[in-house]
């Protein structure tokens, strides 16, 4: 189990392009409350990154929006929560893993991202509640789980 302050820290942004780099550096000043490794820090990075991208580029389509980024950390690990109200989408239902065999160009486009960034996470989970969509990721501390990294 990770142990996590008991308060989140919260950030607010409009969901545009523009704003990504706030939720990035938001991130990265919880991954280094927590002493995340570099490693770690990066994977928690890119799954927020590719969930809010495609939260403006997806979910609102250039729309008005608002996106809202809770974050806890600890010496365990960190645990971000993104929510929005853009129309339900289950990330996990969205992801498209690579398939074997198949070169690049005859993939279907799309899917991937997001499936590289739920298995770049320890923990994730999604719900729709309340005309929201709420993603939860949590990356462990290095050496807090005997299982290393998913790839």
């Given at each position: 189990?990770?142990?996590?302050?008991?308060?989140?820290?919260?950030?607010?942004?409009?969901?545009?392009?523009?704003?990504?780099?706030?939720?990035?550096?938001?991130?990265?000043?919880?991954?280094?409350?927590?002493?995340?490794?570099?490693?770690?820090a990066?994977?928690?990075?890119?799954?927020v990154d590719e969930l809010a991208t495609n939260i403006v580029m997806h979910g609102y389509r250039g729309g008005d929006g608002?996106?809202?980024?809770?974050?806890?950390?600890?010496?365990?690990?960190?645990?971000?929560?993104?929510e929005d109200t853009a129309p339900a989408f289950d990330p996990v239902e969205g992801r498209l893993p690579p398939v074997p065999g198949v070169p690049p160009e005859d993939r279907r486009i799309g899917g991937l991202g997001i499936h590289l960034a739920l298995?770049?996470?320890?923990?994730?989970?999604?719900?729709?509640?309340?005309?929201?969509?709420?993603?939860?990721?949590?990356v462990k501390a290095e050496g807090t789980d005997p299982c290393p990294p998913r790839p």
């Open positions: 189990m990770v142990e996590l302050a008991r308060t989140s820290s919260v950030l607010e942004v409009p969901a545009t392009v523009g704003a990504l780099g706030d939720i990035a550096s938001f991130v990265l000043r919880l991954a280094g409350r927590a002493g995340l490794d570099k490693g770690s990066y994977r928690l990075r890119l799954a608002r996106i809202t980024v809770r974050g806890r950390s600890g010496p365990g690990g960190v645990r971000i929560t993104i298995t770049s996470v320890d923990e994730f989970s999604y719900v729709h509640r309340d005309g929201r969509n709420i993603s939860a990721l949590t």
